[in-house]
C-alpha cells in the first residue's frame, strides 16, 4: 500500500514537472507612466559606450541583451556600464539561431552565458531572452527546468527593423506607446543608434520615465502572456480534407488598399470568411485594414515580411522574414498572426519546414488551383478555371492586388455556393 502511494506521488511530480513551463513576459499593468527599455545585440565597446553616454546624458536606464561572447571580451567597458547602474541579463552566450540545436547544445549555450554573467556581475540573472525571437518550447522548458527564478522577456519591437526611417519609427513609437510597455531596440538593425537619442526624448516629451526591466516588474504587475506555440506541427498541405465540402479562398501579398477594401466588401456582402496571408510590412502600413478583417471573421496569416525567395536566404534571414510580421501584428492589432504560413511564389527549400516547426506554426500552406489573378487574368477565366478544378478540400489562391480579382469574386462565390459548397477559412478546414 505505502508502495503504491510513494508510486503515485512520484508520479505526480514528474507530471507537474513536465508541464511546467515559464512564461513570457510583454508588458506590466501599471498607473504610473513609465516604459522599461531593453537595448539587444551590442556588439562593440563603441556602440556600448555611445549607448550608455546618451543614457546617463538623459537620465534613463536600460536592461542589455548581449551575447556573453561580446561581454567576456569586453569585460572593462561592461564592468563600466554595470557600475553605473545599467542592467545585463542572459541572451545566450553566441548569437546564434537555436532553430537546428539540440536541447542539451541551448542549455550549454544558456548555461555558459549564466556563469559568465555571475562572474562578471557577482548575481545570477534575473531575466532570460532566446537570440533570434526563438521562443520555441524546448527553450521554455529548459529555462523551467534550470532557471525557475528567471522570467522570458519579449516585450515590443519598435519596428527598428521593418520601418523604411528614422523618422517613421519615432512616429510610430509616439502613436502606439503605452505605460508598462516594454520596448526593444536591436543594435543591429540600420537606424538604431540614431533613432535612440529621438525615441528618449519622445517618450519624455509624453510624460513617460524610462527604467531597467528589474525595475519596472518590481513596481508593477506582471503582465503574463503564453508563447504563441503550438506542439502539433502536421506539415505541409495544398489542399484539406476531400470528407466536406469546404473550399478555402485565400488571399497573398498586399498592393492596393482600394482593391483590398472592394474585396472585404464582397466577402461581407457573401458573408464568407477567408485566410489573408500578409506580409508585414502591408500589415504595418495597413493596420486599420487588418483589423476590419478580423473584425469580420477573417484570419490573418504570415507571408513574411518582405517577399524574398526564402531558399537564396541563411537561416537567420528567414527566421527575421517569418518572425517580423507577427511582431508588428501584435503591435498594430494586439493579437497574434494564425499558425499558418505561406512562402512567397510557394517556394522553399528542405530548411523552411524545420524553422517553422520550431517557431510554433501548424501548416504550411500552399494550394491546388491558381487563379493566377496577379497576371492580369481576365475574371471570367479565372471563374471557369476554379469551376472545372473546384472540389472538397480546394485551397485556392488569390491576391489583393489582382487587377480583375473582385470582379471574379463577384461571379464565382454565388456559384461555388450554388453547387453546395461551403467557402471558409483554413483554421475551420483543417479543424
Not at 498586399?254 to 470568411?273: C, F, M, T
Amino acid at each position: 500500500m505505502k508502495k503504491g502511494i510513494v508510486l503515485l506521488l512520484c508520479l505526480l511530480l514528474f507530471m507537474t514537472k513536465c508541464s511546467a513551463q515559464s512564461e513570457i513576459y510583454d508588458k506590466v499593468q501599471t498607473s504610473r507612466q513609465v516604459v522599461a527599455l531593453c537595448i539587444e545585440d551590442v556588439d562593440s565597446e563603441t556602440d556600448l559606450k555611445v549607448i550608455t553616454n546618451i543614457l546617463k546624458q538623459e537620465n534613463c536606464f536600460a536592461t542589455f541583451f548581449c551575447s556573453t561572447e561580446f561581454v567576456e571580451r569586453s569585460r572593462h567597458a561592461v564592468g563600466q556600464a554595470i557600475t553605473a547602474g545599467y542592467d545585463f541579463q542572459n541572451h545566450g552566450h553566441l548569437r546564434q539561431y537555436w532553430g537546428n540545436w539540440s536541447v542539451s547544445q541551448i542549455r550549454q549555450d544558456i548555461r555558459q552565458a549564466e556563469n559568465i554573467l555571475r562572474e562578471i556581475t557577482g548575481q545570477k540573472s534575473k531575466f532570460v531572452r532566446p537570440p533570434y525571437q526563438f521562443y520555441d518550447a524546448k527553450f521554455m522548458q529548459i529555462i523551467a527546468d534550470d532557471f525557475p527564478d528567471a522570467a522570458v522577456i519579449r516585450g515590443t519591437n519598435i519596428c527598428d527593423w521593418t520601418l523604411p526611417s528614422p523618422q517613421a519609427i519615432i512616429q510610430h513609437i509616439a502613436e502606439n506607446v503605452k505605460p508598462g510597455m516594454i520596448l526593444n531596440l536591436n543594435i543591429k538593425a540600420k537606424y538604431s543608434l540614431q533613432v535612440l537619442p529621438a525615441l528618449i526624448k519622445v517618450l519624455k516629451d509624453k510624460g513617460y520615465s524610462i527604467e531597467s526591466v528589474g525595475k519596472l516588474i518590481a513596481k508593477s504587475i506582471v503582465v503574463n502572456k503564453r508563447p504563441a506555440i503550438t506542439p502539433h506541427w502536421t506539415g505541409i498541405i495544398s489542399q484539406g480534407p476531400s470528407n466536406k465540402p469546404f473550399i478555402a479562398l485565400t488571399f497573398d501579398d498586399g498592393g492596393s488598399r482600394e482593391n483590398a477594401v472592394q474585396i472585404l466588401d464582397v466577402l461581407k456582402y457573401y458573408q464568407v470568411p477567408c485566410t489573408f496571408f500578409l506580409l508585414g510590412d502591408w500589415i504595418a502600413e495597413n493596420s486599420d485594414l487588418v483589423r476590419r478583417m478580423l473584425a469580420e471573421g477573417h484570419e490573418i496569416a504570415n507571408h513574411t515580411y518582405s517577399h524574398f525567395y526564402l531558399s537564396a536566404l541563411t537561416e537567420s534571414a528567414i527566421c527575421d522574414e517569418v518572425v517580423r510580421p507577427n511582431e508588428i501584428m501584435r503591435m498594430k492589432t494586439g493579437t497574434e498572426l494564425s499558425p499558418y504560413f505561406r512562402p512567397p511564389y510557394g517556394e522553399y527549400d528542405d530548411r523552411l519546414p524545420g524553422i517553422l516547426k520550431q517557431l510554433g506554426y501548424r501548416y504550411m500552406v500552399l494550394w491546388d488551383i491558381d487563379t493566377r489573378d496577379w497576371s492580369g487574368m481576365p475574371a471570367e477565366h479565372m471563374v471557369r478555371h476554379v469551376l472545372e478544378n473546384a472540389h472538397n478540400g480546394s485551397i485556392v489562391l488569390f491576391h489583393l492586388q489582382g487587377r480583375y480579382t473582385v470582379q471574379a469574386l463577384r461571379n464565382l462565390i454565388p456559384q461555388l455556393q450554388q453547387i453546395g459548397f461551403s467557402l471558409t477559412k483554413i483554421s475551420e478546414m483543417v479543424s
